[in-house]
């Protein structure tokens, strides 16, 4: 089967199926923001359905196209899990291992969904494979393989970068109601000139990871 129109492939969701197993998506948002927790989705697709035309990598989709893609890639998707790792745990734990935490609920999420494992293609439930976007991470506790640019080459990759980010932005422009001086409604959390400039003049909020450079070098240089 061909992948969508100008899109990631389907090459691996088909070479998983054909031995009798589910293949689980996974990517992950928000590693790099100063505020906002990160936030990772796992999506598996029935075998052999018809893909969602154009799920691409989501950073190369405008919001409204994202806005448009999710719910039709939940409609397609045979399981679909978000998680999130909020703030208090990227600052407890770093960003990588919260990141895994993140995947890791929401892999946990998909698996557990009544039926998943019986919707391998030879039935019976044989398996599924879980494949990350970046590089391997032994943090998550479960076996995978990763894939850099996963999100460009592989479409349930792709599709769970879509859901993630959706969710995460959506998140962020709710935060941006209560805290409106920081434009997390257009940066999402991101340290653009805005952020940062209120970020030295306001202080960092309980959303803000005080860990992370340029916060803790505005909340040193605030008067006391």
């Not at 154009?54 to 899990?81: E, F, M, N």
């Not at 999402?188 to 070098?217: D, K, N």
């Amino acid at each position: 089967m061909a992948g969508p129109e100008n899109g990631p492939s389907l090459l691996r969701e088909e070479a998983t199926w054909s031995c009798g197993a589910l293949l689980i998506g996974v990517d992950e948002v928000g590693r790099g923001p100063l505020a906002g927790p990160v936030v990772a989705a796992a999506v598996a697709f029935p075998p052999y359905g018809i893909p969602v035309r154009g799920v691409r990598d989501s950073k190369t989709l405008s919001p409204r196209q994202r806005a448009d893609l999710a719910p039709r890639i939940r409609g397609a998707a045979l399981a679909v899990g978000v998680a999130a790792a909020s703030v208090r745990e990227i600052e407890r734990f770093n960003i990588r291992r919260a990141t895994a935490l993140a995947m890791r609920r929401a892999v946990a999420r998909v698996i557990s969904q009544p039926g998943f494992r019986e919707r391998a293609p030879q039935g019976g439930g044989t398996g599924y494979r879980v494949l990350l976007d970046g590089l391997p991470m032994p943090e998550c506790g479960f076996p995978h393989e990763a894939i850099v640019d996963g999100d460009a080459l592989c479409y349930s990759i792709a599709a769970a970068g879509i859901l993630a980010k959706e969710i995460r932005d959506h998140l962020m422009r709710r935060l941006a109601l209560r805290y409106p001086s920081y434009g997390w409604q257009s940066n999402a959390g991101y340290g653009t000139a805005q952020h940062c400039e209120a970020i030295a003049l306001r202080g960092p909020t309980p959303h803000h990871r005080r860990s992370f450079g340029p916060v803790a070098q505005f909340t040193l240089s605030l008067p006391k």
